[in-house]
């Protein structure tokens, strides 16, 4: 499998916690699945920001070369902005770590979101799927 | 002069206070509701609404055959308004402020202004009782009213500001929006002086508080209004609080009113309170000689000319 994906996370490295935030999350760990090779991209720019924290970590993914995002919750204009960077979403991704994430993508685990699934705002939503 | 009736919460009888005032000002005033939000002055002081216009902002739109994607703008707006994505420049109007720094700064001119609506700015004209030709006088009326969904007010209310000085009036009485924000702020900062109404409660108190901390340092002259000042005694309750703090802070206090039966039905029939209880009445002209005389005499000049 093959492509560049982007995961929130708590902090650098598969261990870490998948941040469920995705226009707040700490940061991003973003993994060459051709190679496996893993980087860190901090966002703590995004988590200051009063407003376009989403549009800011989108930014950020696209900047890092990613095709894909692993995420909790993705508002409606951090969404808007991934898909016009032709960045996959995939979201409800919480409470495990980077690793099984990524491990969950790739046995095709997980499914490309057509919509967001958080408010406009950036607010979790509760932790309800759907 | 212009006078800004504010309170550090809602529901604390500042628009009552304020549609009394307008009612009763014995000089040519205009009566402006800021409180875009939520604007009720109208229900108070039943004006004749002749015109509505709507308010814009000018967020910019992208010709996309111009656009070489550099990304001035958006590295500029420091709102995030917009992005470059992909091979696409993205605008969020809604987040823009309209502050016009992208449309000047693009260099291949690919940006020029479109319209966001902020709200309505509505006008018309209220009856007050002030007799200078022995009937009735019309005084103008102006109101802000934001758009469902919108969530700047600074920008529309900046909008309504802008035509105070078309009216001619001599004073210009303002019902500002509740709370200490940037919009409250941004109401009381052209005033000359601001009334601040309370209650006597421990909530009233700590709004009250967090205001007088607001305001005190735009440097104006401030006073308060109790509204509702015989609530402790008729409870049978001893709360000297805000009085209290009004005194160790050196705030005069400019009216105290009464809450009584009467009191409440005007207010629930949308009447002018200080029309319908003749012993409010009374009040509010005290009132209004307090603010007259603050404003007086802190412009010494201007007083003089008027
Ligand atoms: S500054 Fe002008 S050319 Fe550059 S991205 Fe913005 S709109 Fe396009
Ligand atoms: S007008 Fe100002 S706030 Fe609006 S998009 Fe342009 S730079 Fe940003």
Redesign the interface.
């Known amino acids: 499998m093959t492509g560049i994906i982007a995961v929130t996370s708590e902090s650098p490295g598969m261990e870490s916690m998948v941040d469920p935030r995705f226009g707040r999350a700490a940061g991003f760990v973003v993994v060459d699945l051709a190679t496996m090779e893993i980087s860190y991209v901090d966002n703590g720019g995004s988590q200051a ?1 009063a ?3 989403g ?2 970590a ?2 950020n993914v ?1 900047r890092a070369g990613a095709g894909v995002v692993l995420s909790g919750f993705v508002g409606p ?1 951090a969404f ?3 898909a ?3 960045i996959r979403v995939i979201q409800d991704v919480e409470g495990m770590t980077v690793g099984q994430a990524v491990d969950k993508y790739k046995r095709g685990e997980l499914t490309i979101a057509d919509a967001p699934n958080a408010p406009a705002g950036g607010h979790p939503g509760g932790g309800s799927k759907g | 002069m212009i006078y800004a009736i504010a309170s550090g919460k809602g529901g604390t009888g500042k628009t009552t206070v304020t549609a009394s005032l307008a009612a009763l000002w014995d000089r040519p005033v205009m009566a402006v509701d800021l409180d875009v939000e939520e604007p009720n002055l109208h229900l108070f002081l039943h004006p004749e609404l002749t015109g509505e216009e709507p308010a814009l902002m000018e967020v910019p739109e992208v010709d996309t055959t111009r656009c070489t994607l550099c990304g001035q703008c958006a590295a500029f707006c420091q709102f995030k308004a917009l992005s470059v994505m992909g091979k696409k420049l993205l605008i969020f109007p809604e987040m823009c402020h309209g502050c016009g720094g992208c449309l000047l700064l693009c260099p291949e001119k690919a940006l020029s202004p479109g319209g966001r609506e902020l709200g309505q700015i509505v006008s018309g004209s209220f009856r007050t009782d002030h007799l200078s030709s022995g009937r009735p006088e019309d005084a103008p009326f102006l109101m802000g009213r934001l758009r469902v969904g919108e969530a700047m007010s600074p920008p529309l209310m900046r909008q309504v500001k802008a035509r105070l000085p078309e009216s001619g009036a001599t004073d210009i009485l303002i019902d500002s929006p509740p709370g200490v924000s940037c919009p409250a702020v941004n109401a009381v900062m052209d005033a000359d002086v601001i009334v601040l109404v309370t209650e006597p409660t421990p909530f009233g108190l700590h709004d009250f508080r967090l205001a007088v901390e607001a305001f005190r340092p735009l440097g104006k002259p401030l006073g308060a209004v109790i509204n509702r000042a015989d609530i402790n005694r008729r409870a049978g309750i001893s709360d000297t609080g805000v009085q209290d703090f009004c005194r160790a802070e050196g705030i005069p206090v400019w009216a105290e009113i009464p809450f009584n039966r009467a009191v409440a039905e005007a207010y629930s029939r949308g009447e002018v309170v200080a029309r319908a209880v003749p012993e409010l009445r009374a009040v509010i002209l005290a009132l209004m000689a307090h603010m007259q005389g603050a404003a007086a005499a802190s412009k010494p000049e201007e007083a003089d000319h008027a």
């Open positions: 920001m407003q376009g924290a549009i800011q989108a930014e696209a204009k808007q902005a991934l016009a960077g032709d």
